[in-house]
């Protein structure tokens, strides 16, 4: 015999302790989330107030990365989350102030802005405990909050260069500073010509030629890709180093330089047509689509601005300033200056070269000058040497400059050095004098707290069929990598080491 059960009757009473309890219990959970604290066999819900969030907990922070956020679920008494707030350097607990910076507030977030960007290569704590909660119109504190602790770390220091020596001659290699740690990058069928690192460090730019080529042939290279097995968060997992990817070919167009954009999402191709070389000119590549025509008039040595919104690029005997939107006019003429050097980080100013070919005053000397986007113009200083380089570092307060000096004699020679120009004052203060300044490359580090040069060897009777050549077409027969720490004090002498490898062009990865 079967029976059937009757059906199920909610009767508002049950309805109502059905609610109740799925209330209550979402009430639990939220205050379970805002932590729990057992002692053996007794658990209760602490309700300190405590940080709600930290935007930099576990990352790995870069150049840019100048101010964190934290955020607390109850207000705070803002003086006591200051005076509590502490950064150390769990590996050198010598440096007590490692990252110092300013505080302000809005509401429950404290946002920490640094003085300058944190150097390189180590490891951060951020400790915070004993602050208290202050309620707006009650004078009296409230509870003493939770302590937070949390780590974050910058990138190690690593710079690429192109090797010179036996079987590293004509790559890419990358070296990890801080690890101690070399990778040859791309194979020996490739002969590296230039090369720009993406700001996240994850790849690297770069043309080359096929390495049963000359120099001679600098027109046949091509547009590649290559990984460098860094990963750009501490959870992610790295591609592997070394998997080079085509980006342009050189089929239709040879390619005659390029330029990456700092964020990375551009690159601009300067080419010229195969089946007619007077057709020559800018081509851009957004997102990795097809290059298009710029459709811009021909001229020398660009850049494009922090900014992506324009390339600063020489024509004639002056700067034009040109759009990155394809057939539009150009957007300004700079007639006076006939270089440019460097952009500063956020994009407002760039620093250029004024040969002064108008100025009878100062004939045979050479000037610099800072160049705003509101068009003003303010010079720095002028010099009877050259000015071969400059770079800022990353606050933009420095200028570090590889210029001359015109030594007296009767034959025209010049002493190179590297300086560092301070923008506020314009005072030059020399960091060292180098032997020659042929193709000298100077990168200054993303943290602005060291330089990488190189000094190269020539010999003329080495033979055109070299794989390296300089760009007057002398062999490359040797080259020593140096890297430079300014001073703090200017009072003080810089440190110079010469690196123990061979190769060109050093620089630094973002």
């Known amino acids: 015999m079967k029976f059937k059960s009757a059906p199920m009757t909610l009767y ?51 150049a840019e990365d100048n101010a964190f956020v934290l955020e607390f679920n109850r207000p705070m008494d803002h003086d006591g989350v200051e005076n509590n707030l502490k950064i150390t350097i769990p590996d050198k607990p010598e440096i007590t102030n490692p990252l110092p910076g300013k505080v302000s507030w809005a509401g429950r977030r404290l946002a920490y802005t640094l003085d300058f960007p944190a150097p390189y290569g180590d490891r951060y704590q951020l400790n915070l405990a004993g602050a208290q909660e202050k309620f707006r119109g009650n004078d009296e504190l409230g509870q003493e909050m939770q302590p937070f602790t949390a780590t974050f770390r910058t990138p190690d220091r690593i710079f690429a260069y192109i090797g010179l020596e036996r079987e590293e001659e004509g790559r890419l290699i990358l070296y990890n500073l801080t690890q101690q740690r070399k990778t040859i990058l791309t194979p020996p069928n490739l002969v590296i010509t230039e090369f720009e690192p993406y700001p996240d460090g994850q790849s690297i730019l770069f043309t080359a030629i096929d390495a049963d080529l000359t120099r001679t042939d600098l027109l ?28 342009l070919t050189n089929e239709t167009h040879q390619i005659l330089n390029f330029d990456l954009s ?30 298009v025509p710029l459709e811009n008039q021909p001229g020398g040595v660009f850049q494009i601005a922090p900014d992506n919104q324009l390339i600063a690029m020489a024509q004639g005997e002056g700067i034009a300033l040109l759009s ?17 050097l460097d952009f500063a980080p956020d994009g407002t100013t760039a620093a250029m070269v004024d040969y002064n070919r108008d100025k009878p005053d100062l004939l045979y000397t050479r000037s610099l000058y800072l160049v705003t986007n509101q068009r003003s113009q303010e010079k720095v200083f002028d010099t009877r040497g050259s000015i071969v380089d400059c770079d800022f570092d990353p606050r933009g307060k420095n200028l570090y400059c590889l210029l001359t000096n015109l030594l007296e004699g009767q034959e025209y ?38 330089l990488l040069f190189d000094q190269l060897t020539t010999d003329p009777d080495a033979g055109r069929d070299r794989r390296l050549q300089t760009d007057g077409g002398e062999a490359i027969v040797n080259s020593q990598l140096w890297i430079l720490i300014p001073p703090a004090d200017p009072e003080d002498p810089p440190a110079l080491e010469e690196l123990p490898f061979v190769g060109i062009q050093p620089q630094w990865l973002p």
């Open 262 to 291: 700092a964020d990375g999402s551009i690159i601009v191709v300067q080419r010229v047509e195969r089946d007619d070389p007077t057709q020559m000119g800018l081509w851009l590549i957004r997102d990795d689509q097809d290059p």
């Open 12 to 62: 508002p009473i049950d309805i109502a302790a059905l609610s109740t309890v799925v209330v209550l219990t979402v009430l639990a959970g939220i205050l379970l989330l805002s932590g729990v604290i057992c002692r053996g066999d007794r658990c209760w819900v602490d309700t300190r107030p405590k940080v709600a969030a930290f935007n930099w907990q576990d990352e790995i922070i870069r």
């Open 220 to 247: 046949e290279q091509q547009l590649y890709r290559v990984t460098t097995g860094i990963s750009a968060t501490l959870d992610a997992e790295p591609t592997a180093a070394g998997q080079v990817t085509p980006q």
């Open 413 to 450: 020679a010049e002493q190179p050095y590297v300086a560092q120009v301070n923008l506020e004052t314009k005072e030059i203060l020399p960091l060292t004098t180098l032997p020659n300044y042929q193709d000298i490359h100077l990168s200054v580090a993303p943290d602005g707290l060291a």
């Open 324 to 340: 990155l939107e394809p057939g539009a006019e150009p957007l300004d003429f700079f007639a006076q200056f006939g270089m440019v």
